[in-house]
Nanobody
C-alpha cells in the first residue's frame, strides 16, 4: 500500500555530515507521521527522530538532539534526516517509517511498533 524508498547514507568520517531521504512514489507522504530509526547487529531497533504529518512538529531522542534534523520537502514528496557531526556510535542501518493516519498520535513517537510501513534501510558507516 505505502512503499517507502530510501536513499543516501554511505561512509563518512567522524564530524562530517550526510542527509538521508525517504520518499513514497504515488502516495502523498506529507499526511503521514514519519519516524527515523536505526539498528546495529545484535541490538534492538531504536528510534532517533520523528515528524508529525499535520503540524510538522519534530521530536528527537537526547543522544541525537542538536545533531540530527528531520524535515519535509512537499515539492519532492520527501522526508529527510540531516545528520551533522557524525560520531562512530551513529553507525547503523537507518530506516524511515510511516504511521497509519488512522492511528496517528497528536505528537509522534519513536517506538518501532507504532509504525506500519517501513523503508528498505540504508547503511551509515562512520570511519576515521
Amino acid at each position: 500500500q505505502l512503499q517507502l524508498v530510501q536513499s543516501g547514507g554511505g561512509t563518512v568520517r567522524p564530524g562530517e555530515s550526510l542527509t538521508l531521504s525517504c520518499t513514497a512514489p504515488g502516495v502523498v507522504l506529507g499526511y503521514y507521521p514519519i519516524g527515523w530509526f536505526r539498528q546495529t547487529p545484535g541490538k534492538q531497533r531504536e528510534g532517533v527522530a520523528c515528524i508529525n504529518g499535520e503540524d510538522e512538529r519534530t521530536y528527537y531522542v537526547d543522544s541525537v538532539k542538536g545533531r540530527f534534523a528531520i524535515s519535509r520537502d512537499s515539492a519532492k514528496n520527501a522526508v529527510y534526516l540531516q545528520i551533522d557531526n557524525l560520531k562512530p556510535e551513529d553507525a547503523a542501518v537507518y530506516y524511515c517509517a510511516a504511521r497509519s493516519t488512522y492511528t496517528a498520535r497528536t505528537m509522534c513517537v519513536v517506538t518501532p511498533d507504532e509504525y506500519n510501513y517501513w523503508g528498505q534501510g540504508t547503511q551509515v558507516t562512520v570511519s576515521s
